[in-house]
Antibody
Framework: QVQLVQSGAEVKKPGASVKVSCKASGYTFTSYGISWVRQAPGQGLEWMGWISAYNGNTNYAQKLQGRVTMTTDTSTSTAYMELRSLRSDDTAVYYC???????????????WGQGTLVTVSS | QSVLTQPPSASGTPGQRVTISCSGSSSNIGSNTVNWYQQLPGTAPKLLIYSNNQRPSGVPDRFSGSKSGTSASLAISGLQSEDEADYYCAAWDDSLSEKVFGTGTKVTVL
């Protein structure tokens, strides 16, 4: 079955970086894109960006431009999201989700990974 | 903050019909399709409706979606206790060139 399995929880200090992985299985990795979505404690969902697993094209949320980098490793069917210069308001559960097609991030997210809690605290 | 507006809460008794609205603008719902996600407590979101009114396989036909102009709606008929969750609408926004989510609606089964 189609599955996305994310890396474990992280605790980081302000100013540090975090890199979350998302390993895909059960489908042809390069035929889809991956979006990243985060959810602060008790809050709603926030789209962070998208990467095409076919050619590596990316589209990032304006708010995170310059701090976020999304990459893929097609040899292991794994997507990565790195967030730099972490602040306390980056504390959230980070989700990866498969996006249908490779041309752009407009389509729906299905399925989602289980989520990775990133805590930023001094 | 969220670009799409949803009521913070909705409720009903078992068997009732509950409707959740999602209000946007011409740059998002008005020109793109709407998706709905269900998030059960402590779990990752799950796709419930795509392309305004399409259900993925496995989603009960009690869930239905619709869109008109710059608004969309999710209806849950025959409400069940397991439907207690947070529900989010989402759409692409042409002005922002970003995916935008609704503010979320918590559904309670009384």
């Amino acid at each position: 079955q189609v599955q996305l399995v994310q890396s474990g929880a992280e605790v980081k200090k302000p100013g540090a970086s975090v890199k979350v992985s998302c390993k895909a299985s059960g489908y042809t990795f390069t035929s889809y894109g991956i979006s990243w979505v985060r959810q602060a404690p008790g809050q709603g969902l926030e789209w962070m960006g998208w990467i095409s697993a076919y050619n590596g094209n990316t589209n990032y949320a304006q708010k995170l431009q310059g701090r976020v980098t999304m990459t893929t490793d097609t040899s292991t069917s794994t997507a990565y999201m790195e967030l730099r210069s972490l602040r306390s308001d980056d504390t959230a559960v980070y989700y990866c989700a498969r996006v249908k097609g490779v041309a752009g991030p407009r389509r729906w997210f299905d399925p989602w990974g289980q989520g990775t809690l990133v805590t930023v605290s001094s | 903050q969220s670009v799409l507006t949803q009521p913070p809460s909705a409720s009903g008794t078992p068997g009732q019909r509950v409707t959740i609205s999602c209000s946007g603008s011409s740059s998002n719902i008005g020109s793109n399709t709407v998706n709905w996600y269900q998030q059960l407590p402590g779990t990752a979101p799950k796709l419930l409706i795509y392309s305004n009114n399409q259900r993925p396989s496995g989603v009960p036909d009690r869930f239905s979606g619709s869109k008109s102009g710059t608004s969309a709606s999710l209806a849950i008929s025959g409400l069940q206790s397991e439907d207690e969750a947070d529900y989010y609408c989402a759409a692409w926004d042409d002005s922002l060139s970003e995916k935008v989510f609704g503010t979320g609606t918590k559904v309670t089964v009384l």
